[in-house]
């Protein structure tokens, strides 16, 4: 009856380290991609660049000015200036 249970908590022992491990790599993958806000801004700022083509409200282009400023200070790839014209 022992050799039973010590073989249930072993099998049960290795799912759960196999648990952990895979929930740990996915923490980390997330953690990795949401400390990375350059890319994160990047998408924010594509998206609303498009939105932008479609009203062209002169003040929206000037709040997207501002971001595309920021974020070309901050981030190694830059975003080509808008012409709100």
Avoid: R
């Amino acid at each position: 009856m022992f050799l039973q249970w010590k073989l249930i908590l072993q099998k049960t022992n290795l799912k759960y380290f196999i648990l952990i491990l895979f929930a740990s790599f996915v923490l980390i993958g997330v953690l990795q991609f949401t400390n990375n806000f350059c890319s994160v801004d990047h998408i924010v700022i594509s998206n609303e660049i498009s939105s932008y083509e479609k009203s062209l409200d002169p003040e929206f282009c000037e709040n997207i000015l501002e971001k595309i400023d920021l974020y070309n200070d901050q981030c190694e790839s830059q975003i080509e200036i808008l012409d709100c014209g």
